[in-house]
């Protein structure tokens, strides 16, 4: 079945068509939960409560194309994850007083394969991780997270750069240690 067909029929409640969309964009929106949350149960969670969502609002959506479906699709699920975050993960920003400074370094990335830089951004610190998900990776802008996560435009673009810091200090670690078992 054709995608528009199929979300038609997932609007008029049809299981199967619900299953197989579900099954068609099941695999994405969980690798993109899981960036968001610490363990793989909260992602399922964001992600089950957000196709949820998706096939309840369903009757508000006017198919355009595949890649505007993925959009919205993924909106839903970032949606969901920061609601699920203020509610058991406390979404908070580690504030500037907190926040190890970290030397800036040229980091290689060259032997570090992209599961390996997944799940380095999985354990940066939830404020670190939230908004360098919503920067670096769905591409919004500080004002936009700002609002989001209803703190400053500095605050985020604060967040960001601890990110990053954080981030190089353990691919630094990561390449360290690659090299130190060669």
Not at 69 to 92: D, P, Q, S
Not at 126 to 137: D, E, K, Q, S
Request: hydrophobic content about 40%; charged content about 25%; some cysteine.
């Amino acid at each position: 079945m054709e995608l528009p067909q199929l979300l038609k029929a997932c609007a008029k409640h049809q299981l199967m068509a619900q299953k197989q969309l579900f099954d068609l964009y099941a695999r994405q929106m969980y690798i993109l939960c899981r960036r968001y949350m610490r363990s793989n149960e909260t992602a399922e969670e964001a992600m089950m409560n957000g196709f949820y969502k998706f096939f309840t609002s369903l009757h508000k959506f006017t198919y355009a194309s595949e890649a505007a479906t993925t959009a919205w699709i993924k909106k839903m699920m970032v949606n969901e994850c920061l609601a699920l975050l203020r509610k058991k993960e406390h979404l908070m920003m580690v504030s500037e007083v907190e926040a190890e400074e970290i030397a800036d370094h040229p980091v290689v990335l060259d032997d570090l394969q992209a599961e390996e830089i997944y799940l380095l951004v999985t354990r940066l610190p939830i404020g670190y991780r939230t908004v360098f998900n919503l920067y670096a990776i769905e591409g919004l802008g500080h004002k936009e997270i700002a609002t989001l996560l209803n703190i400053t435009e500095g605050t985020s673009k604060s967040q960001l750069s601890k990110a990053r810091q954080w981030l190089q200090k353990m691919i630094l670690e990561q390449n360290k240690e690659t090299h130190a078992g060669r």
